[in-house]
């Protein structure tokens, strides 16, 4: 599954069903697994920052009063570890419920073999290596996602977005006058306004939306699992807080952004680049006369 030791760390009660079916995935194999057991929540927790694992697994059956706390708690201390709960049969729906707030996958006790978790394992790396890539993809001034690290991410959401039947939005920007305030007032102000924009186009947007710099002028936001007029309010309520940004900011005078909006369900065809572009075309004639 990986070239290197993975640095996995359970959390499990006993008869460890979990540490059997690991042992038996990586039994004989090369690099093979460093495993780490604990039994207890209060262990977990100073453990994972010892340990610096990779992934977590988490029964649920390790904290008797609210299983949500453990989750809470775990999440909390290494958000951006991929979490996967163990559960009983029973518990369900707690499981369910714990992929919301903070867990990625989950695994019930009975059903736990090396089959099953070499699929959530890999689902888990495969997350994992994509957040380290994409963040190695971004912008230098505004800090968003540069066009390679966008259409990657887009990718895999659409990919996300087609297993679970929803939709995504797309929202194209064009910073006009950008050129025009690098000439008047120089390249500080003109990266000012760059990052004016990328907070602007942030500032509309869901935690769990994805937002990007295509180009020295362009820019765009991936509204997830988002319905088509939903595109809509977002360029309504950018124009709003735009409106509002530019009272203030004299003596540089404002900020002129274009948009072109369009929509995706599981039911269009073509790729991610594909979807990008068609929405993104909108704006190019504009947009030739400013690449450099």
């Known amino acids: 599954m990986t070239q290197r030791r993975l640095r996995l760390l359970l959390a499990e009660g006993s008869p460890g069903e979990a540490a059997a079916?690991?042992?038996?995935?990586?039994?004989?194999?090369?690099?093979?697994?460093?495993?780490?057991?604990?039994?207890?929540?209060?262990?977990?927790?100073?453990?994972?920052?010892?340990?610096?694992?990779?992934?977590?697994?988490l029964d649920l059956g390790l904290n008797l009063r609210e299983p949500m706390d453990a989750v809470h708690l775990v999440h909390r201390t290494a958000p951006g570890v991929p979490l996967i709960v163990i559960a009983d049969p029973a518990e369900k729906e707690q499981a369910i419920r714990?992929?919301?707030?903070?867990?990625?996958?989950?695994?019930?006790?009975?059903?736990?073999?090396?089959?099953?978790?070499?699929?959530?394992?890999?689902?888990?790396?495969?997350?994992?290596?994509?957040?380290?890539?994409?963040?190695?993809?971004?912008?230098?001034?505004?800090?968003?996602?540069?066009?390679?690290?966008?259409?990657?991410?887009?990718?895999?959401?659409?990919?996300?977005?087609?297993?679970?039947?929803?939709?995504?939005?797309?929202?194209?920007?064009?910073?006009?006058?950008?050129?025009?305030?690098?000439?008047?007032?120089?390249?500080?102000?003109?990266?000012?306004?760059?990052?004016?924009v990328a907070g602007l186009l942030k500032g509309c947007c869901r935690r769990s939306d994805v937002v990007g710099r295509l180009g020295e002028a362009q820019f765009v936001i991936l509204g997830v699992d988002a319905v088509a007029p939903s595109a809509e309010v977002v360029r309504k309520r950018l124009e709003q807080h735009l409106a509002v940004h530019n009272q203030t900011r004299s003596p540089w005078g404002p900020l002129d952004l274009r948009t072109s909006i369009g929509s995706w369900t599981p039911q269009d065809a073509g790729t991610f680049a594909e979807f990008l572009d068609a929405v993104e075309s909108r704006l190019r004639p504009a947009a030739l006369e400013m690449k450099t």
């Open 21 to 57: 079916a690991l042992h038996a995935l990586y039994a004989g194999s090369d690099p093979g697994l460093d495993l780490t057991v604990v039994s207890r929540i209060a262990t977990l927790l100073p453990t994972i920052k010892v340990v610096d694992p990779e992934v977590i697994l």
């Open 98 to 196: 714990s992929l919301p707030e903070g867990a990625m996958d989950y695994v019930l006790k009975g059903h736990i073999d090396a089959h099953t978790l070499e699929r959530v394992l890999r689902t888990a790396l495969e997350r994992n290596t994509l957040a380290g890539l994409a963040d190695m993809l971004r912008d230098q001034v505004t800090g968003l996602y540069t066009r390679d690290g966008f259409l990657t991410v887009g990718r895999r959401r659409l990919e996300e977005a087609t297993r679970a039947a929803s939709s995504l939005v797309l929202i194209c920007v064009l910073f006009e006058n950008l050129q025009a305030l690098r000439d008047a007032f120089g390249p500080g102000t003109a990266d000012r306004a760059l990052m004016d």
